[in-house]
């Protein structure tokens, strides 16, 4: 019999017992009615969409710490088999009027675990796509062309159609080879685990050499935490020698790879011309508080978690602390620079961004040339006596930073590069150390050009 109110999410829990067999079962545990657990109309009517939380028992290797790995590669081996799969294109929509509706069921994805809230309307690992001692728990999302009103006939067509669709589900898995389950659970222990150890080695951030930070964006992945890997050439990153790069090993796979620290307390610049990859390296940077799966490109670029960025906006203040930067608050600001009130200033806003982070202990502050207040940044002649750049801090007041370490990219902020401990340059994409008193050496003559070219002293 129908349900009473004629709604095919009146349906679905009739519809659910009839899909469970040997292989498959319904994980009843964790079902939330429509929000992982639903059949119904699409708004424009055409189509009948589906959410239905599914355990697998296909045999998979032991999972641990690292099963988020594995679940990505089952998520992927599904993605890929649907155009050869007929069975599983629903979960593509396919049929459908509007199969586009569908498309973040297969977008790739190779974000395999986030603290962030990024990507989550994707197909992906997640508190629901994991894998545990009971097997492989998926969401399976999708479309179906819309059958019409529920009768028992059209009931029965729709549950062949899911048992179809679970059927082909479980022959992919248990077709993936154990091998690829494997290497997915190992690497994502890898970064797990050396996330874990880089405080107790003094270090912030490891840039493994290899890493592949440029990202290709697309509609449903537009943000760098989430985008996938560029494709055509892309230059892979290599710490220089000068720099000193650091041996680990890894603790899934027994590996030992090379690359760049970033140390505990330092301020490391990244320099160089326009568009040379330095704010894409910062974005890789924050995205090692994720891990990745292989293939992405910066799963060996690891980073603690409670990365800060500071980056200039105009906003409202309400009691800000601006101290560290402002000895008193321009016109039209209220309060003091403890505690300012009113419309903030790119400057203004930047740093009580800076000064939340270290006031909250921040492992590493993310400071970007192209997103920021540079008046707060690097001193200038006309520059009033009431505001002390950053530039001048890192010079006068370094205490002031505590255990923060701090990375910016910067080009053409010389003064700002002249403060940090150790500077990185990117020329044509590739990296090379410049030594700091070398650097301030160019920067004296370089300002000697500049006061014979003013004709003053």
Known sequence: MSGKDGSWQSEIHRILPDLAGDRIGIDYPVIR?????????????????????????APVPEAGAGGDGMAGVIIDAVKAAIPGERDLGPIAGIGTEHPGHCLQNIEPVTLVASRSAIGTDLWRPDHGNRIDGEGVHLVVRGALPYPGAPTPARIREIIERFRALLDALDRVVRRIPEGDLVAARDLSIDQKELRRALPGMGLVAFIADGTLPARRFTHLRCHPRIAGPKEGVHVPFRCPPELEPVEVELAGSGRMVTGLSIRRREAFAIAGSNAEGKSTLLHAVIAGQDDHAAGDGRELLVSVNGIARADASERGLFGADVSLFFSRLPPGVGGDPRAAFGQGSGSLVMAHEIQTALRVGSPLLIIDEDRAATNLLVPGCLQGDEVTPLATLLATRREAFGDTAIIFAASSLDILIAEADRIMQLSDHETRALDREEFRCRLDSYLAGVRERLGVG
Do not use: W
């Open 33 to 57: 009615n429509l929000t992982n657990t639903y059949l119904v109309r699409s708004l424009d009517g055409t189509a009948l969409r589906f959410s239905i939380p599914v355990l697998l028992t």
